[in-house]
Nanobody, 124 residues
């Protein structure tokens, strides 16, 4: 079991950048694939980005491809989401999540552990 805590959210103007962090506790973090999801008001939670256990494989939702970068530092038990060129449509609560396996995971039910989320608000 891994406990996840997100940080780094906040208010930013359109075109700006933020970096989210997700700190994990537990000795098995390096075995987990990790993902970022987001949920905007009145909308369903959606997949944003995936990274495998080693960091060698990543995958992005089309809506963030080329603007967001997911990375991880297993020595620090932390996964990051660098968000650039933000737009008001990126406003949401962002969640990190983890699970065990090999293949790319984009569905909510494929993740076993979830953080409580961090708010990102992009003003126009």
């Amino acid at each position: 079991q891994v406990q996840l805590v997100e940080s780094g959210g906040g208010l930013v103007q359109a075109g700006g950048s933020l970096r989210l962090s997700c700190a994990a506790s537990g000795r098995t973090f390096s075995r987990y694939f990790m993902g970022w999801f987001r949920q905007a008001p009145g909308k369903e939670r959606e997949f944003v980005a995936f990274i495998n256990w080693s960091g060698g494989s990543t995958y992005y939702a089309d809506s963030v491809k080329g603007r967001f970068t997911i990375s991880r530092d297993n020595a620090k038990n932390t996964v990051y989401l660098q968000m650039n060129s933000l737009t008001p449509e990126d406003t949401a609560v962002y969640y990190c999540a983890g699970g065990s396996g090999i293949a790319v995971r984009t569905r909510i039910d494929e993740y076993d552990n979830w953080g409580t989320g961090t708010q990102v608000t992009v003003s126009s």
